[in-house]
């Protein structure tokens, strides 16, 4: 009896999804909102209960140790394919819609770096043919 009342008050200070009560929305404010510790014991209870959007969400957490956004948004658009219901694809639709986004963004920036570095080389062509 003791060891369930132990289990009972622990449970009280975990978010509502990982007692069991949330939906998907639930499970992300859980994951947006945890430390590295609980993420990757929200990780590792995805892995176990075989929950690949919860896998793919986490990925995409670019403060998250397991960060890998190009993996999660295949894993997301793989959970899109099972024509998920409700919460779940709502929330993959725009999380890789965010992703999408992101992505677009780092390949501008990395253009107009690109671009930069050009001008930066022509000036200082220039320079070197002034002297």
Known sequence: MFVALALCAGCA??????????????FWAAA????????ET?????RRD???WQ????????DYSRYDAQAARRALKQTLATHPKGEIAALARVRL???????????QAAELKHRLD??????RKLDGNVR
Not at 13 to 26: K, M
Not at 42 to 46: E, F, G
Not at 55 to 62: G, I
């Open 42 to 46: 929200m990780w590792q209870r995805a």
């Open 13 to 26: 200070n975990l978010p509502e999804y990982w007692r069991g009560g949330g939906g998907a929305l639930d």
């Open 118 to 123: 050009e001008v930066i080389a022509i000036e």
């Open 50 to 52: 075989n929950e690949p």
């Open 97 to 107: 819609a965010d992703l999408t986004d992101q992505q677009a963004c780092e390949t």
């Open 32 to 39: 947006v909102e945890a430390d590295e510790g609980g993420r």
């Open 55 to 62: 896998l793919a969400m986490l990925q995409s957490l670019p």
